[in-house]
């Protein structure tokens, strides 16, 4: 590490004003930091980070320099090897205009070997994460989670003592034998206990025969008899943040909570969703289309692997799976963060081998049928890829995903990313033949994003790297991108031309945004301002609401009116001026 890399760092942190989530800085005019270890095991079990010591952030980051340089770099490195498993960090004196700092990279250990601890202490004493500018001590469930992930316990394979082959569907069960006799060859000639034994659906016990945790949540007919809060969660919210009420002071627009096996739980919850959802047109191509606000197949897909992959431990099974739906986004949240060797920017690539915590569930679900002509699941790996491609048909923005060791969530945006903007955008370029991927990727780079392989295919869920890098530099032969760098350094921009070839506004970028620019001074009633604005009611009324207040918008008849017109009034009240 050089010193120009030094002070770029520094730089950005004096603008912050406080360390940040990759770097941390100490003093150490005294020595070596006694809680140093912390912030190492906490990069480790993270992304990874920088630490530079000699630097006072009291002193708004005031290089101060190390009183012994060479003998904190080799207790440094000694407390990196007493780290387990040991972290090979890369560690440099520098000089700074005569004052020597010491900065290494701590890199981020593999998911399967975490934990990273002090080795003469046990895990749950001193395994730490990085969270915004400190460390975090892990709790207790956290850790365990970790753990499992090195050497995975079978808790959906476990027997459920209080349950009997009674509780069991006979209906859903016989489908499901019938569908295997079908699929595997394996089963043929075999008993139904037989089958239901090998797939681990019942197991023996000394008390008997009883269904495998797996076996009830897939086939049972009511599961939260013996495990009640393995069930699902749903919220609508009336505004965009959770503790701001809606304009008639209600918190949730409904609020349920769903029983039953799995597959009952995905259908049921869908049902309800879709119940809060209105369709409106998209951009296909330069085609217009009518949807659901989030297509059912990626409702489907992230309900179920979110019931799939969830935590199962007993630490967990007071936890449910959460569905939060707002006016601008779907959020969907299980116990238990990722499994095995993935992490977030590796969803759905195809570029490590997919794992599951739930092994077991997994292979019966996929044979337990859901609606006609289709299972639960296919237990491919590849739900995340089906969910990035989903959206991307849809014209709508990529969904963010965050890894929180405990939890693990999905949101998807509310919002389509080719709208009639872009549309009426991209038809002044040379996009005929283009992928639908293609054209979200002029999207975005409309907006700013620079593109590489990688972000592409999160984008688009396109899972072929050769297939990318087709597409994108199909894009930059036509001149709509430019790219800078080359093979795996490459980057894409939106080209000059490109922009100047358009005088289309920018898109909105909040509700009050899209609802004021769908108002012009001919009165509208708010109903066509829905259909104007593909956002809901509930949504269009608190954007007026505040467009209002802020003399953005005027009323035209009374408040409570349903003949209630609603027109621009683009001066503000607060910035009106005689003439």
Same mark, same amino acid.
């Given at each position: 590490m050089d010193r120009e890399t030094v002070s770029h760092v520094l730089a950005e942190l004096v603008r912050l004003g406080r360390d940040n989530h990759r770097v941390e800085v100490k003093k150490a005019r005294g020595g070596m930091p006694r809680t140093l270890h912390e912030t190492i095991s906490a990069f480790a079990n993270a992304d990874g980070g920088m630490i530079i010591l000699g630097v006072d952030e009291k002193a708004s980051f005031d290089v101060v320099g190390l009183l012994f340089p060479d003998e904190t770099r080799d207790q440094f490195v000694a407390l990196c090897r007493s780290m387990e498993p040991s972290i090979a960090a890369t560690v440099d004196i520098v000089d700074m205009d005569g004052r020597k700092v010491l900065a290494a990279h701590i890199p981020a250990i593999p998911r399967e070997q975490r934990p990273c601890h002090l080795a003469r202490t046990a895990p749950w004493d001193s395994s730490f994460i990085r969270m915004s500018d400190g460390d975090r001590r892990l709790s207790a469930y956290e850790v365990q989670l970790l753990l499992e992930n090195r050497k995975p316990t079978r808790h959906d394979a476990a027997a459920v003592p209080e349950a009997s082959e009674t509780d069991l569907d006979q209906r859903r069960l016989g489908a499901f034998l019938t569908r295997v006799r079908e699929q595997r060859a394996v089963f043929t000639g075999r008993s139904d206990d037989e089958i239901l034994r090998l797939l681990n659906v019942l197991r023996d016990t000394a008390d008997g025969t009883r269904p495998t945790l797996a076996g009830l949540l897939a086939f049972g007919s009511y599961p939260q008899q013996h !495990?009640?809060?393995? *069930?699902?969660?749903?919220?609508?919210?009336?505004?965009? #943040?959770?503790? =701001?009420?809606?304009?008639?002071?209600?918190?949730?627009?409904?609020?349920?909570?769903?029983?039953?096996? /799995?597959?009952?739980? /995905?259908?049921?919850?869908?049902?309800?969703?879709?119940?809060?959802?209105?369709?409106?047109?998209?951009?296909?191509? &330069?085609?217009? &289309?009518?949807?659901?606000?989030?297509?059912?197949?990626?409702?489907? #897909?992230? %309900?179920?692997? +979110?019931? =799939?992959?969830?935590?199962?431990?007993?630490?967990?099974?007071?936890? $449910? /799976?959460? &569905?939060?739906?707002?006016?601008?986004?779907? %959020?969907?949240?299980?116990?238990?963060?990722?499994?095995?060797?993935?992490?977030?920017?590796?969803?759905? %690539?195809g570029t490590i081998p997919a794992s599951s915590r739930n092994a077991v569930l997994l292979k019966i679900l996929e044979d337990t049928p859901l609606a006609p002509g289709h299972t639960v699941c296919e237990n491919r790996g590849t739900g995340i890829a089906q969910v990035r491609a989903a959206l991307t048909n849809a014209g709508m923005e990529p969904p963010r995903f965050e890894d929180n060791v405990a939890t693990f969530a999905v949101t998807i945006p509310n919002h389509a990313l080719l709208d009639e903007s872009t549309a009426a955008w991209?038809?002044?370029?040379? /996009?005929?033949?283009?992928?639908?991927?293609?054209?979200? +990727? !002029?999207? !975005?780079?409309?907006?700013?994003?620079?593109?590489? *392989?990688?972000?592409?295919? $999160? +984008?688009?869920?396109?899972?072929?790297?050769?297939?990318?890098?087709?597409? !994108?530099?199909?894009?930059?032969?036509?001149? %709509?991108?430019?790219?800078e760098g080359d093979r795996g350094q490459a980057t894409y921009r939106l080209a000059s031309a490109s922009v100047q070839r358009t005088q289309v506004r920018p898109q909105p970028s909040t509700h009050q945004e899209t609802v004021l620019a769908s108002l012009t001074a001919q009165p509208v009633s708010r109903h066509e301002i829905v259909s104007r604005t593909g956002l809901t009611d509930v949504q269009v009324r608190n954007a007026l609401g505040r467009l209002r207040r802020a003399g953005l918008a005027q009323l035209v008849g009374p408040s409570r009116s349903k003949n209630a017109l609603w027109r621009r009034h683009d001066q503000p009240t607060q910035d009106k001026r005689p003439v």
């Open positions: !495990l009640p809060q393995l *069930n699902v969660t749903i919220t609508v919210f009336p505004t965009t #943040e959770p503790t =701001v009420p809606g304009p008639r002071g209600e918190r949730f627009l409904d609020n349920r909570s769903f029983d039953g096996s /799995v597959p009952v739980m /995905v259908q049921d919850s869908i049902t309800l969703l879709k119940r809060h959802m209105k369709q409106r047109s998209t951009i296909a191509g &330069i085609f217009r &289309i009518n949807e659901w606000e989030y297509p059912e197949e990626v409702l489907r #897909e992230v %309900l179920v692997n +979110a019931l =799939v992959h969830r935590d199962y431990s007993p630490s967990s099974q007071g936890a $449910q /799976v959460q &569905i939060e739906l707002y006016p601008d986004r779907l %959020l969907v949240r299980n116990p238990g963060g990722l499994f095995g060797p993935l992490n977030v920017a590796e969803l759905g %690539l991209l038809s002044t370029l040379n /996009v005929s033949g283009l992928a639908r991927g293609q054209l979200t +990727a !002029l999207a !975005l780079a409309r907006r700013g994003t620079r593109l590489t *392989n990688v972000s592409y295919r $999160q +984008a688009t869920g396109i899972a072929d790297s050769r297939t990318a890098t087709a597409h !994108l530099r199909e894009l930059r032969d036509r001149d %709509l991108l430019v790219q």
